[in-house]
């Protein structure tokens, strides 16, 4: 293999917060840096940002797919569909294998009103937890949020609802989109476009 064949992203947030002794975590980041350099992609630098608040704002748009090694990869409020998988089925993409899996099923959350004052995104989240855990009704499926509730929450407070919804045991998320997430998805697709027109060699996010 001389390149990855499909955008990739190698980020350090969370190996960075693991007290493990030694120099495990900065060999990882050498190790991924060395990767990034020799196979294209996005090295994020340790401490420089969270994978998810950074994918948010560089790759997640309406109609896309990412993969993430995270089981909280979630992007469905910005109308991606996020799928939190292990190591290996990542490798297998950069090998350019198949992503398989059986056709899921779905089921709806349908949202209408607003939020009373003082009630946040986890609140919302976690009363849907309780509602669907414990049987398994949405276990390995893909939920969809809609209603006209939906257009009432701010694409953040989305954000912080659709990213846990793994906790649910659901295999995805994804929301209806408005005029509100359609606007983060035309930034983020010329961010892109830029970045795309720029770059000559594989990039290396830096810190400031």
Same mark, same amino acid.
């Given at each position: 293999?001389?390149?990855?064949?499909?955008?990739?992203?190698?980020?350090?947030?969370?190996?960075?917060?693991? @007290?493990?002794?030694?120099?495990?975590?900065?060999?990882?980041?050498?190790?991924?840096?060395?990767?990034?350099?020799?196979?294209?992609?996005?090295?994020?630098?340790?401490?420089?940002?969270?994978?998810?608040?950074?994918?948010?704002?560089? @790759?997640?748009?309406?109609?896309?797919?990412?993969?993430?090694?995270?089981?909280?990869?979630?992007?469905?409020?910005?109308?991606?569909?996020?799928?939190?998988?292990?190591?290996?089925?990542?490798?297998?993409?950069?090998?350019?294998?198949?992503?398989?899996?059986?056709?899921?099923?779905?089921?709806?959350?349908?949202?209408?009103?607003?939020?009373?004052?003082?009630?946040?995104?986890?609140?919302?989240?976690?009363?849907?937890?309780?509602?669907?855990?414990?049987?398994?009704?949405?276990?390995?499926?893909?939920? =969809?949020?809609?209603?006209?509730?939906?257009?009432?929450?701010?694409? =953040?407070?989305?954000?912080?609802?659709?990213?846990?919804?793994?906790e649910t045991a659901?295999?995805?998320?994804?929301?209806?989109?408005?005029?509100?997430?359609k606007n983060i998805?035309?930034?983020?697709?010329?961010?892109?476009?830029?970045?795309?027109?720029?770059?000559?060699?594989?990039?290396?996010?830096?810190?400031?």
């Amino acid at each position: 293999m001389k390149k990855f064949p499909m955008p990739y992203v190698l980020t350090n947030c969370h190996n960075s917060l693991c @007290a493990v002794g030694g120099t495990i975590n900065e060999d990882d980041h050498a190790f991924g840096l060395s990767a990034a350099k020799r196979f294209g992609g996005d090295f994020v630098p340790a401490h420089l940002a969270v994978i998810h608040s950074y994918i948010r704002e560089t @790759a997640a748009g309406c109609g896309r797919m990412i993969l993430g090694s995270d089981s909280h990869t979630r992007y469905g409020a910005l109308g991606t569909m996020g799928v939190g998988e292990g190591g290996p089925e990542l490798v297998k993409q950069l090998l350019g294998l198949s992503y398989d899996l059986p056709r899921p099923g779905t089921a709806a959350v349908y949202l209408k009103g607003a939020p009373r004052p003082g009630v946040g995104p986890h609140d919302v989240a976690l009363a849907i937890i309780g509602a669907v855990f414990k049987s398994g009704f949405v276990k390995n499926m893909a939920v =969809e949020f809609v209603g006209p509730g939906v257009s009432s929450l701010p694409v =953040e407070f989305r954000n912080g609802i659709d990213v846990m919804t793994t906790e649910t045991a659901c295999w995805s998320s994804v929301w209806r989109t408005d005029e509100r997430s359609k606007n983060i998805s035309r930034s983020t697709a010329a961010k892109m476009r830029t970045k795309s027109s720029t770059r000559r060699q594989p990039h290396t996010t830096t810190a400031p």
